[in-house]
């Protein structure tokens, strides 16, 4: 009896695993990728650990990591081609206004618990979202207008969206909005309770999501394992279904370098994030049973920029008098062409990076304007580009302004990253070249971002900003007159100069839009207004860097997060 | 050979003071210039004999591996940038040098093709100044605090042992943090740097304050202070003439182990972002970019900053050692 029982077990598990197992009107998503095997563990090294498990609350890097592998939304950013495709959503119509969108699910798919999904999870979760007194992450995206999206329920299977306006990112909004077990999460969401569970102390069979993984154990200070998802919803090209890795393992290794000594000494099979010295460490190593992947310019920027707020009522007097060399275009053209992009991405990224004109980086591939390009160096446009301004050299060579003040100024930056104290360093000795006498300043983060968002107590900050999607809808908190992160003056809710009414008025005009040529010549436009005006002086893009045991298939590293894992469902290890 | 070891001590230090005194006569180029095309150069290698085997009289480098015939003799006393000689005059005289555009990267270059061999000479400069300055603030605090604790005992003694336990027990790399955040920007690096240390030398009083405390204690209670107190001494007149000019032997043992301290001191604060910032080099911040692994592991002489702050500490323990020994009681 027990021995039949045993069978019986067994042979379950081998159909689960040969994943020929069928629930009765599964609307399964088909893949085009060849089949690949079941089983094995990925192991990877990770610098931090998770925050939380819980959708609502995960801002952290390694939170959403996991959350992407154990979650899944109506829609999907495929980070390949950078365009989205179908996911929970098996359909998406849009009205000719592009204010209402129809959305038709899939049906028949269940959560990792096994429970059925429906268009009731997905209202329940756009309520939780957009629930004021949660303040998700999640709810700011959803507001179009200013104002919330509306959703209602069709039938089980079809939800309606609609937007205040025509929204020009159109359904890329979905992507990331992780859909909820509304059968495990109503009752916390009524009792209150809903941002205090998913924690990292939950019992795995509290959480349940529509990913290819689902949590199964953690380790404190160790490892989290998620396991395969036996109902997830995609099937590769031979009708198995999708995952294919049995367990994925996170190690938490506190830093980057104790990363790549993991990974080098074959302790774990993946590795991303690194840095290009890091990088070329292992590349110089020849190893056959590693791949290391460059997959090119991500979506980062790095940028110098000067104090351009209104300081009137702040009694900051020595920064406002250097304000009128900040203020002057051409004194920023002069320092961007002083600048030696080519050097800090040689120096600085061993090579792994690209110059900058905008803030748009070749590695986005559907916004990028190749006509921008960046300042070359040229110390004698610069010296041109200052003496047309007023600017002069006294006789020990250093550059003054017309009232005879020598221009100085500090450059503030961050203690805890090398690459930008690098990269302040070579701009130092640039634009010393042009006879501008500049110190760096490196302070921790926190004082830093105080004095750039509270006390405006700067002169010039290098700083670094990365996108969270290609499309311009990514930039709308920086790029604006009233935006939060319109670092260089956030004291001005409106354009103090023409150009930037100009970047007011075409950033407003392409989030309306919802034609994609339309966007495309609305966006190019402020490209070129930037590289123009130069209200920030882009220095480079770091490439996004990985690596992975040579056996592993499927890798393709991408430049928008999670970098190596947002394929995790396909990945599976070779015969070898 | 106690004193042959104690000799050489001295001799070092004195060679490593000297150094830092005339840096930039002892530099070939400037700290700060950058040679971007030569990143992470490895020590230039000085030849004798050339590779047909011919011995030359005067060392000299290769220009590039490739060219055989192309020599660089090394000068001595050669023209190169201008700088302030001790502060005072300005000359133009380096002590070594190769006729550009040959390189002599004595101890290699960094990431910024930096010679390492003219950073470590100016950040001598800065490392031992801090040590110094750090250590004779710390003693100089401690010895009047310490001395007039110990000396008139009471209330005065236990405020001032309340604050120093006080000090010892504060988070002081908060506290200096804290200190770096508040610093106006315009404040050159040298100067807002040199406040860091002199936090550090204040918050380091209570150690030799304690020390100070106990042997003023017992020379109070000595026969000749007691009768100078008895022919009518002030308390301020036997505290400057009789009980402090005492702790002066102590006060020299605690110089020679707090200088290397607080040397270390800085090669932590620089490892932790709080040193002098670039392009100013420290002998911390030059060993700051080890905390990369691959620094650590590709280029080794990177590590060779490392032995300064370490001779000199081995230096200031050896005259330590010799102080403490003088300071011991020859058995009768």
Redesign the interface.
């Known amino acids: 009896m027990r021995c039949r029982g045993y069978m019986r077990y067994r042979a379950a598990l081998l159909i689960v695993l040969s994943g020929a197992v069928r629930l009765a009107g599964e609307d399964l998503l088909s893949t085009t990728k060849p089949p690949g095997r079941y089983g094995g563990n990925l192991v990877v090294a990770e610098r931090s650990e998770p925050k939380t498990l819980n959708p609502v609350m995960a801002i952290d890097n390694g939170s959403r990591e996991l959350l992407s592998l154990m979650m899944a939304d109506l829609v999907h950013i495929n980070r390949e081609s950078q365009r989205t495709e179908p996911a929970l959503a098996r359909a998406v119509d849009r009205s000719p206004d592009g204010r209402r969108y129809i959305v038709r699910l899939r049906e028949g798919l269940r959560f990792s618990d096994g429970y059925p999904f429906d268009a009731d999870d997905v209202l329940f979760s756009f309520q939780v979202y957009l629930d004021e007194k949660i303040h998700s992450p999640q709810r700011d995206l959803l507001m179009v207008g200013g104002k919330p999206l509306t959703v209602s329920k069709q039938d089980s299977h079809t939800v309606v969206f609609e937007f205040a306006q025509p929204y020009g990112p159109e359904d890329r909004l979905f992507d990331s909005i992780a859909i909820l077990p509304r059968h495990l999460l109503l009752q916390p969401y009524t009792e209150g309770t809903l941002t205090k569970v998913w924690d990292l102390n939950s019992m795995p069979a509290d959480i349940a999501g529509l990913g290819p993984f689902r949590f199964k154990q953690y380790v404190p200070g160790q490892r989290l394992v998620l396991e395969r998802n036996p109902y997830y919803w995609k099937q590769d090209s031979a009708g198995q279904r999708l995952p294919y890795l049995a367990n994925i393992i996170f190690e938490y290794v506190g830093s980057e370098?104790a990363q790549?000594?993991r990974f080098a000494s074959g302790g774990a099979d993946v590795v991303s994030r690194i840095?290009a010295?890091?990088f070329?460490?292992l590349s110089?190593e020849a190893h056959r049973s590693r791949r290391l992947v460059d997959a090119g310019p991500s979506l980062e920027y790095n940028f110098l920029f000067f104090n351009l707020n209104n300081l009137s009522k702040k009694n900051l007097p020595?920064i406002e008098a250097k304000q009128s060399w900040f203020r002057n275009v051409s004194f920023r053209r002069a320092v961007s062409a002083l600048i030696?992009r080519q050097?800090i991405a040689?120096?600085?990224f061993a090579g792994r990076a690209v110059p900058l004109a905008t803030h748009v980086t070749p590695g986005n591939k559907l916004w990028f304007d190749s006509s921008v390009v960046p300042t070359a160096r040229s110390i004698e446009s610069a010296r041109t580009l200052l003496s047309s301004a007023g600017f002069s050299w006294n006789s020990s060579h250093k550059l003054i302004d017309q009232s005879g003040r020598p221009v100085e100024f500090?450059i503030?930056t961050n203690?805890?990253n090398?690459e930008r104290?690098?990269m302040?360093?070579?701009i130092?000795?640039d634009l010393e070249q042009a006879g501008i006498a500049t110190?760096?300043?490196?302070?921790?983060f926190r004082?830093m971002l105080?004095?750039i968002t509270g006390t405006f107590?700067?002169?010039a900050c290098l700083l670094g900003l990365a996108s969270g999607d290609v499309d311009p809808g990514s930039e709308m908190s920086v790029w604006p007159s009233d935006g939060s992160t319109h670092l260089w003056d956030l004291t001005r809710a409106t354009a103090d100069t023409m150009w930037q009414s100009e970047i007011d008025r075409l950033m407003a005009s392409q989030m309306r839009s919802t034609k994609v040529a339309t966007r495309k010549r609305l966006y190019d436009r402020v490209q070129q207004i930037m590289a123009t005006n130069l209200p920030i002086i882009p220095l480079v893009s770091p490439n996004v860097l990985a690596g992975a045991k040579a056996g592993l298939r499927n890798l393709r590293p991408a430049i928008l997060l999670p970098y190596v894992l947002w394929n995790g469902e396909e990945l599976y290890w070779s015969a070898q | 050979m106690m004193e042959s070891k104690v000799t050489a001590a001295y001799g070092v230090l004195a060679t490593i003071h000297l150094i830092a005194f005339l840096a930039d006569f002892v530099a070939p180029y400037p700290f700060a210039a950058q040679q971007r095309d030569l990143s992470f150069a490895p020590p230039t290698r000085i030849h004798w004999t050339d590779r047909s085997g011919q011995f030359h009289f005067r060392p000299f480098i290769y220009r590039s591996a490739s060219a055989a015939s192309n020599l660089a003799p090394i000068h001595f006393f050669v023209r190169g940038y201008s700088y302030k000689l001790a502060g005072l005059f300005t000359t133009d005289r380096h002590l070594f040098g190769v006729e550009s555009p040959a390189v002599l990267f004595v101890l290699g270059s960094d990431g910024f093709g930096r010679d390492q061999f003219s950073r470590l000479a100016a950040g001598s400069r800065i490392s031992l100044t801090a040590g110094w300055l750090a250590a004779a603030i710390s003693l100089s605090l401690g010895a009047i605090l310490g001395g007039l604790a110990g000396f008139y005992g009471g209330w005065l003694d236990d405020l001032v042992m309340r604050l120093g336990e006080i000090s010892l027990a504060l988070p002081w790399i908060y506290l200096l943090l804290a200190g770096r955040a508040g610093l106006p920007l315009d404040v050159p690096a040298v100067t807002s740097y040199f406040i860091l240390i002199t936090i550090v030398g204040v918050l380091g009083w209570a150690r030799p304050a304690r020390l100070v405390r106990g042997l003023a204690l017992s020379v109070r209670e000595r026969g000749y202070v007691t009768a100078a107190r008895a022919f009518g001494a002030s308390g301020s007149y036997l505290l400057r003439v009789h009980v402090l000019p005492d702790t002066i032997s102590i006060l020299v043992t605690q110089a020679a182990l707090l200088v290397p301290q607080y040397i270390l001191a800085e090669v932590t604060l620089s490892f932790l972002g709080l040193g002098i910032d670039e392009p100013s080099p420290s002998w911390g911040n030059m060993l700051a970019g080890l905390q990369h692994y691959n620094v650590l592991v590709s280029y080794w002489w990177m590590l060779l900053p490392a032995l300064a702050p370490a001779i000199v500490s081995l230096c200031c323990f050896s005259i330590a050692d010799s102080l403490l020994e003088l300071r011991r009681p020859v058995p009768l």
Do not use: C, P
């Open positions: 370098d790549v000594l840095s010295r890091n070329d460490l110089r020595q030696d050097s040689w120096l600085v500090s503030l203690t805890g090398t104290i690098q302040a360093t070579m130092q000795q110190h760096m300043v490196s302070l921790e004082s105080d004095r107590d700067y002169e």
